[in-house]
């Protein structure tokens, strides 16, 4: 069975850092590429970032670049996100999702975890 | 590429026939996928490349569409499809963008 488990989310002050993880297993994670997603309270899905199965290429959502770092060790069947900076705009669920087809991004998401929340707050 | 759905929210009866639209503001091929969202859960992939069918997915949901213009059908709503639905498209990478929602409701 897939699971995709997030944890690290919690309350930080503006300006703060956080890093999520994602703990993965049930499937070949090093095969997959790997995304965030997030969902402001009340609002809409957004994508944050995307990382291929073997990182050698990371992207991320224009409003969010030098913020944010996407990172993976597939030894341990793991994703992360690094946020720096945090603003309160960044309040939001971090879901991380598994990409639909092994080997090759095409960026539909087929598996996501339960979420992380992320509080920026003062 | 900025996606648009419409309406943003629906009334409906069990049983209806329900179409959602999502337009791109610019061509994006066939690279669009529909989610479903239910309060408290994690989006569902229901539909990708605008009209394959996700594995596990009731036949009664479909997609259509190419270019700038999509839909997403659902022929003989049920009671556990009143929920939130989405598109996002897949064509302008690394900008992965979704639409607004639509909430379907219960009439």
């Known amino acids: 069975e897939v699971q995709l488990v997030e944890s690290g989310g919690g309350l930080v002050k503006p300006g703060g850092s956080l890093r999520l993880s994602c703990a993965a297993s049930?499937?070949?994670?090093?095969?997959?590429?790997m995304n965030w997603v997030r969902q402001g309270p009340g609002e809409g899905l957004e994508w944050v970032s995307s990382i291929t199965s073997g990182s050698s290429y990371t992207y991320y959502a224009d409003s969010l670049k030098g913020r944010f770092i996407t990172s993976r060790d597939n030894a341990k069947n793991s994703l992360y996100l690094q946020m720096n900076n945090l603003r309160v705009e960044d309040t939001a669920i971090y879901y991380c999702a598994r990409d639909l087809f092994a080997a090759r991004g095409v960026f539909y998401f087929d598996y996501w975890g339960q979420g992380a929340l992320v509080t920026v707050s003062s | 590429i900025q996606m648009t759905q419409s309406p943003s929210s629906l009334s409906a009866s069990v049983g209806d026939t329900v179409t959602i639209t999502c337009r791109a503001s610019?061509?994006?091929?066939?690279?669009l996928a529909w989610y479903q969202q239910k309060p408290g859960k994690v989006p569902k992939l229901l539909i990708y490349?605008?009209?394959t069918l996700q594995s596990g997915v009731p036949s009664r949901f479909s997609g259509s569409g190419s270019g700038t213009d999509f839909t997403l059908t659902i022929s003989g709503l049920q009671p556990e499809d009143f929920a939130t639905y989405y598109c996002q498209q897949a064509n302008s990478f690394p900008a992965l963008t979704f639409g607004g929602g639509t909430k379907v409701e219960i009439k």
């Open positions: 049930g499937f070949a994670f090093s095969s997959y590429t």
């Open positions: 610019q061509g994006i091929n066939n690279y």
């Open positions: 490349a605008a009209s």
